[in-house]
């Protein structure tokens, strides 16, 4: 693994603010906050890999963010 893959899945972890500073005690709530961060980390690549595919641009705002048609 190279360092800076590494170093890039770290940042994107300290977005979320709960996983910046181990506030945690227990070794097991945590691991599931970092499992968590990573799970919505996926969810996000995927969600933008699949747009691109399909020819579509994420729609700005809203929650859940979906694929819009773009104007040809």
Excluded at 12 to 22: S, T
């Amino acid at each position: 693994m190279y360092r800076w893959v590494a170093e890039g899945a770290i940042a994107l972890l300290h977005w979320f603010r709960r996983l910046r500073i181990r506030w945690e005690i227990r070794d097991d709530i945590h691991h599931a906050f970092v499992t968590l961060g990573c799970a919505v980390i996926c969810r996000r690549r995927l969600r933008t890999a699949l747009c691109r595919e399909e020819g579509r641009a994420i729609a700005p705002g809203g929650w859940p963010a979906r694929c819009v048609r773009t104007r040809s």
